[in-house]
């Protein structure tokens, strides 16, 4: 079976023991990696949930998914993500986004593709080089500024095969501007679900 990534937020009535013992179970399932949720009005506190999942956990890859350069400085992110990577003993990945729900909420828009991009410039040079930065993307633009600068892309939008190629295909011209390689790019695409058969039907 092929791996794949699990996105999750922590409510604010689940307990973080609950969160230790599910992020667990993900990693008893084979999953790869756990993006967790980025949206301070909606969900606990991102980084403290990657750290109890680095200590309940040994192998699974540790992601914010994602957090963006406005509600947290570009310096705490950089603290905070080195943190993880050090706790996790070098499993964490920085997930990077313009920012919506955690910029909605407080009367804000999500930032524009040069201001995303100074942030990933700042990252690279006061982050640690094993620390990939993956990012965000739907629309043109952030998909060709993935392909440029990051290490691969957490691709959303509506799961249409004709808008997911046309997707790919911004990244690789991305890519191709910036004369890297594919093999050297991840692409990790997210598609809501539900465990709840009632859910789906309504």
């Known amino acids: 079976m092929t791996s794949f990534d699990v996105s999750a937020g922590i409510s604010p009535r689940q307990s973080f023991d609950s969160w230790a013992a599910f992020v667990a179970g993900l990693e008893a399932e084979g999953v790869r990696r756990v993006w967790v949720i980025d949206s301070q009005l ?114 959303m939008g509506p799961a249409q095969p004709d808008m997911v190629r046309r997707q790919v295909g911004w990244i690789e011209s991305g890519l191709h501007a910036a004369r890297r390689s594919r093999a050297d790019f991840d692409l990790a695409f997210i598609a809501p679900t539900s465990t709840d058969v009632e859910d789906v039907r309504s």
């Open 42 to 155: 909606a969900m606990k506190d991102v980084y403290a949930g990657l750290v109890v999942a680095a200590l309940n956990t040994t192998r699974i890859g540790l992601g914010t998914g994602v957090t963006n350069a406005v509600t947290r400085h570009p310096t705490v992110t950089a603290n905070a993500i080195a943190a993880v990577h050090e706790i996790s003993h070098g499993r964490a990945v920085l997930g990077l986004g313009a920012g919506d729900s955690a910029l909605y909420g407080i009367g804000l828009k999500p930032q524009k593709v040069a201001e995303v991009a100074d942030a990933i410039g700042f990252f690279r040079s006061h982050l640690e080089s094993s620390v990939p930065i993956y990012l965000a993307v739907s629309q043109e633009r952030m998909c060709a500024l993935a392909g440029r600068v990051a290490d691969g892309a957490i691709v």
